[in-house]
Each structure stands twice: as structure tokens, then as C-alpha cells.
């Protein structure tokens, strides 16, 4: 499964979500003009107002829902109910959940999502919300902690980082605005016949007068209900197609099928199956769940499920599988339910492996690595272990803590050079204090110097969710600080300035979350100077020799822009000259994007070779780019 190909899919998806509710829509202003053409008669005053109120009614109810959904995937996890999980919990499942995070968000590269726990929840579920991965979070049930072993949670949790991966998250946020909006047309007939309810049915004086306003509410209700059994219909299609995937890119993410298999499974065989307590709540988010938050039952219950039928699903990993032994599983559960952590007794421990030689080369090429974003497999996640088991302690203890993990995300731009750490460390005195500025100074002395570079992009990931609850003026100040330290004397290495780039993309993105919604569009071609600018900076930092840098720039330009004929020409502002570039590379759509990886690839290695830290570079410009590449990708 090609990542970019995905993100371009959920693209069409929405495109064609958007499509077919505006059909609805005008199904709508239909059903409600006949109506009023029924009570009133042909009057165009009539049925032109009652087309314009629909059309608001429904606009303005689906951008309200969507303005409340403007705090991202956290707003979601709280209208559930969701309990956030400490960042040193004591609780051994939340010990477990976030361990298996950290793992997956490792082996995947993308930022550590918050978590949330449904403590009230006995049933198996989770969903992944946010706009961006810069503001996602994981919310799993307390029926999943008690229930699941732990490859069964790994199995849920690289399910839900599927669905980030594959940008259903977007997706997922517009189908709860536009439902809400259609909803909005039953609520308004519903409220306006419990009112005439109350205020005695139209009886006496205004009985006459009402009549009509009855009849409109009772058509309101009825239309509306109508219109909100198609909308869920097609919610119902577009998401059991994505849930597919999302098994799919999971059971490739662990290297194994039993994982997600067994939590199906239990799924199946535990009475409390994977339903949420808040039916309400439950309905509206339902095509963001791991499993069925309802019951769906008949044939307007298979019409309306949001995901595939659950031996369906079984099969699909394990083939043979037969609702029999499901309710064989049923029966013994009955009598001893399963508990997660007592099957995870005799489960084995993943092996652990070395870091490769910080100057070691690795064979890589474009494709191979385009491949690979956004596309972790087992070996990634035997490198996640590998990763966590080599991460010091007192830094990962740092990373979850509240106070200092400012200090240590800054040590990580810190300069070798004594001259220009001086100044960096001048700088973010200024705007932090000099407590700030002493401590990230010398965490860099003491941990962070002889820091191997596979470390540092999975650290900084890992500070992410304690940063980001930080208050917004804190984090400006700290973004102010950020980029004060990499530009302290405008000659920093390229690696360091695009650390404080992705630092400073993924915390603007997760204070406003709802303004990075949509996909690029541009092509190559619109793009061509600030390509031109990423590759010349990339030949440049990586080769000492001119007429190589210039060899590497241009073999880089072949393979995004072959008919492009564009000189190369040192930056003369060295790496500063990417500021202008960002956003208009961020703007291109996503195989324009799978393009630019193979070109960076291509002109970081032209002669196949990429050591370490040439391709902890590499993943950090796709983490600016917003395309995500597991640790050292020579496992692809």
C-alpha cells in the first residue's frame, strides 16, 4: 500500500463525499418545497424562502458542529468521555497502552499522539481523531485495557495509526459536520411539535394559525429523517471501505495476523462486544470506531453499519474462519472472560536488535524510499524496539516531564561549536529565561551530543504530547525561542534547522488545528523555483565538492521535473533559503509529493549510498512535508 496513493485516494474520497452530499442536499430543498407546495400552494415567495432556509439550516448546523470540532481530536476524546492518560501512569494496562504508542509512533514516524481511556466502557473499541498528525490523539476503551493481550492492542492501535496514515482523520471530522447538518432539518420539525405539544396541540385561540406550522414541523421531521437515513447510508459505504484498509495496513505494520485477529475475535465472543455506553455520542462517531459502537440489526441495520460484518473481517486475516468457532469462544468466555494482562504471562518478548554504525552507509533508492513513507512494516517495528530499548533513561524520563522538556527538545539545536552555542543559548535566555537556556545547554553537554542520530527525530517525538498541552503563550515563546536558536548566527547545519522546522510545523498545527484541513492540489511544475531551492540546499549541505553538489542537484531535478531545464546555483543564504519554500512544497498534492521524495532521495544519495544521518535528514524533511518515514528505511 503506497501512502501517497492513499492520502490522493481519501482526496477523491472526500471530493466524492462532498458530491453526494450536495445531492442530498438537493434532495432535500426537493422533499421540502413539495411539502410546502402541499400546505401553501404554488407560491414562488413561498418555495424560494423555504429552499434558502434549508440550504442554511444545513450549512450553518454542519459549521457549527465543525466549530465545536475546532480543538481537533482532543474535542472528540472529551465529548466521550475520554479520561486523558497520565504521562507516567502506574496503572500497569496504561503502562501497557503507552508503551505500545510509543512503539507504533516510532516505527511509523509520525509525532506520539495524546491518549485517551473511556473509562466507562466495557466493550473493545478505539478511534484516532484529529486533523492533522500534529493534533491526533488514540482513545481506547477500559474494555480494550482489561480484554486484550498485548499484540492484540498492538494490532487496535496500528489499525487507528492507519487511519492517520491514510488521512481518514479529515475525512472522518467532515462526515460528523455534515451528518449534524443534515440532522438539523428533524430537529427543528421535532422541537416545533413538542412545543405545539406543550402548548396544548393548536387547541383555542391559535389553533387555526398553528395548524399549518404542525403540519410544516410533522413534514420537517419526516424529511429530515429521510434525508438522515441516505446521508448515513452513504457514511456507512465510504467508512467500511476505509476500515478494510485499515486492517489491511495493520496486519502489514505488525507482521502478524493474530493480533488483530484475537481482538476481533473477542470482539465477537464477549457479550459486551464493542459497543459504547453513549449511544448518542456513539451514533455520530461511529465511523471513527475500531469495531460497531451500535447495534445494527434487519436489513436497514446492514445498510447502515459502518463497518464490514465482524467474521468478515476474521476471515480476511484468518481464511476458514466460521461463525461456529466464534460461538465456541462465546461460551468458553462466558465461563472465564479473558484478561489481557494475564494471556500477556505467556507471551514472549520481542527480540531487540543493534542501532546501525552512525557512519555506516545503506543502499537507498527514490522509490524504494517513497515506498516506504507512511508504510511502516515488521522490520520498522522491530526497529521501534530496538529504539526504545536504546533511548536513555533519564531522557525518556525528561521527555514526560512537564517542566523540562522544553529544555531538552532546545538542547537537541544546541550548535557543537562552542561560539555559536553561546549565542543560541543567549537567545533562548532571552525568551525563556536563563533557567531554560542553562538547562538545555547542559543537557546537550551531558546526553545530547553523544546522542546517536536515529535517536533524536523518535525523542523529539516523544516530548511531543506533554509539549503540546503547554498554554498557548507559553508555546509561542517557545516556537519564538525555537527559531531564535537555529537562526542565532545564520550558519546552522541543515539537519538543525529542519529539527526546528518540524518542531515548529507540528505545534502550530496543533493550536489551530481545524486550519490544516485539506490536501494539496498544486502539480510539480507550479512549484518548480521552491523545489529547485530544496534541492539545491540538500546538494549543497551534503557535498563538499562543488561539481558533485551540482551532480546530485541536477540528478535530483531529473526525477521530479525531467523537462524542466533549471541551473544550479549555490544558495546564497545557505539553508535559510527553505523558508520561502515550505509552504509552496507542502501545497503539492500527494503523488507530487511521492515526486519530491524520490528527488530528495535521489540528490541526498546520486550515488546509491546514504549513511545514518544523511537519512535521519531525509525523514525529517518528510516529517516537515508531512509525509511521514519510519526510521531508517533500509528494511524497505
Same mark, same amino acid.
Request: glycine content about 10%.
Given at each position: ?17 462532498? *458530491? ?26 413561498? %418555495? ?12 450553518? +448546523? ?6 465545536? *470540532? ?59 481523531? +484529529? ?16 480484554? *486484550? ?56 385561540? @391559535? ?54 485477529? @484475537? ?29 460497531? &459502537? ?65 557512519? @555506516? ?12 513513507? &507512511?508504510?511502516?512494516?515488521? +522490520? ?86 506533554? %509539549? ?34 518540524? %518542531? ?29 531551492? *530544496? ?72 550515488? @546509491? ?13 518528510? +516529517? ?13
Amino acid at each position: 500500500m503506497n501512502f501517497f496513493e492513499q492520502q490522493a485516494a481519501a482526496r477523491r474520497a472526500s471530493n466524492r463525499l462532498v *458530491l453526494l452530499f450536495a445531492l442530498a442536499v438537493v434532495g432535500l430543498v426537493l422533499a421540502v418545497d413539495a411539502a410546502v407546495w402541499f400546505v401553501v400552494g404554488p407560491d414562488p415567495q413561498a %418555495l424560494i424562502f423555504a429552499a434558502v432556509a434549508t440550504v442554511a439550516v444545513v450549512g450553518l +448546523g454542519s459549521l457549527y458542529r465543525m466549530a465545536t *470540532l475546532g480543538g481537533g481530536g482532543e474535542a472528540v476524546a472529551l465529548q466521550l468521555g475520554g479520561t486523558p492518560v497520565p504521562d507516567d501512569p502506574q496503572d500497569l494496562d496504561l503502562k501497557r497502552l503507552r508503551n505500545v504508542v510509543e512503539e507504533v509512533s516510532i516505527a511509523s514516524g509520525v509525532p506520539m499522539p495524546a491518549l485517551f481511556v473511556l473509562e466507562h466502557d466495557a466493550g473493545i473499541n478505539a478511534f484516532a481523531a +484529529g486533523y492533522s498528525t500534529s493534533d491526533a490523539v488514540i482513545a481506547v476503551t477500559r474494555g480494550a485495557l482489561d480484554r *486484550l493481550n498485548r499484540d492484540e492492542l498492538q494490532g487496535v492501535v496500528a489499525h487507528e495509526f492507519s487511519h492517520v496514515l491514510n488521512g481518514d482523520m479529515r475525512l472522518n471530522l467532515r462526515l460528523v459536520g455534515v451528518l449534524f447538518g443534515i440532522a438539523m432539518i428533524s430537529l427543528i420539525g421535532s422541537k416545533v411539535l413538542r412545543f405545539g405539544a406543550f402548548s396544548g396541540r393548536g387547541r383555542g385561540r @391559535g389553533g387555526g394559525a398553528g395548524a399549518p406550522i404542525l403540519v410544516a414541523a410533522i413534514a420537517a421531521l419526516v424529511i429530515g429523517y429521510i434525508g438522515l437515513f441516505f446521508a448515513r447510508m452513504i457514511r456507512a459505504g465510504v467508512s467500511r471501505s476505509r476500515e478494510r484498509l485499515a486492517d489491511a495496513s495493520a496486519v502489514q505494520f505488525t507482521r502478524q495476523t493474530a493480533g488483530l485477529a @484475537g481482538a476481533l475475535k473477542k470482539i465477537g465472543g464477549l457479550a459486551d462486544g464493542s459497543h459504547l455506553s453513549q449511544r448518542a455520542d456513539a451514533e455520530e462517531v461511529s465511523h471513527m470506531l475500531f469495531g460497531e &459502537g451500535l447495534a445494527f440489526n434487519g436489513v436497514f441495520g446492514r445498510w447502515l453499519a459502518t463497518h464490514p460484518p465482524l467474521v468478515e473481517r476474521i476471515q480476511a486475516l484468518e481464511p476458514g474462519f466460521s461463525s461456529d468457532r466464534l460461538e465456541s469462544l462465546s461460551r468458553r468466555w462466558l465461563e472465564a472472560p479473558p484478561r489481557g494482562l494475564e494471556e500477556d504471562m505467556h507471551l514472549g518478548l520481542h527480540s531487540v536488535g543493534a542501532l546501525p554504525a552512525v557512519a @555506516g552507509d545503506h543502499v537507498l533508492t527514490g522509490p524504494m524510499v517513497a515506498e516506504h513513507v &507512511g508504510h511502516p512494516d515488521a +522490520g520498522d517495528y522491530l526497529s521501534a524496539d530496538t529504539i526504545m530499548a536504546a533511548l536513555p533513561a533519564e531522557l525518556r524520563a525528561i521527555a514526560i516531564d512537564r517542566e523540562r522538556v522544553m529544555p531538552l527538545l532546545l538542547g537537541l539545536l544546541v550548535d557543537h561549536r562552542e561560539d555559536v552555542a553561546e549565542q543560541q543559548v543567549a537567545a533562548i535566555g532571552v525568551r525563556l529565561g536563563k533557567e531554560v537556556a542553562f538547562e538545555a545547554a547542559h543537557l546537550r553537554r551531558q546526553h545530547l551530543a553523544a546522542l546517536h542520530p536515529m535517536l533524536r527525530l523518535p525523542l523529539a517525538n516523544l516530548c511531543f504530547p506533554v %509539549l503540546r498541552r503547554r498554554p498557548r503563550p507559553q508555546l509561542e515563546a517557545f516556537l519564538d525561542a525555537v527559531n531564535a536558536a537555529v537562526l542565532a548566527d545564520g550558519d546552522v547545519s541543515l539537519f538543525e534547522y529542519c529539527l526546528g522546522r518540524l %518542531l515548529t510545523v507540528q505545534l502550530r498545527e496543533s493550536l489551530d488545528p481545524s486550519r490544516h484541513l485539506s490536501f494539496g492540489r498544486k502539480r510539480p511544475s507550479q512549484v518548480r523555483d521552491a523545489i529547485a531551492t *530544496l534541492l539545491a540546499v540538500v546538494a549543497h549541505s551534503g557535498h563538499a565538492d562543488a561539481r558533485q553538489a551540482q551532480h546530485a542537484f541536477i540528478a535530483g531535478m531529473r526525477s521530479v521535473l525531467p523537462d524542466e531545464h533549471v541551473r544550479y546555483h549555490p544558495p546564497r543564504r545557505g539553508v535559510l533559503a527553505l523558508e520561502d519554500a515550505w509552504m509552496p512544497l507542502d501545497s503539492l498534492d500527494p503523488i507530487a509529493k511521492q515526486m519530491l521524495v524520490e528527488a530528495v532521495t535521489t540528490s541526498i544519495g546520486h550515488d @546509491g549510498r546514504v549513511n545514518v544521518a544523511e537519512a535521519e535528514l531525509l525523514r525529517t524533511i518528510c +516529517g516537515v512535508l508531512h509525509c511521514p518515514l519510519p526510521p531508517m528505511p533500509t528494511s524497505a
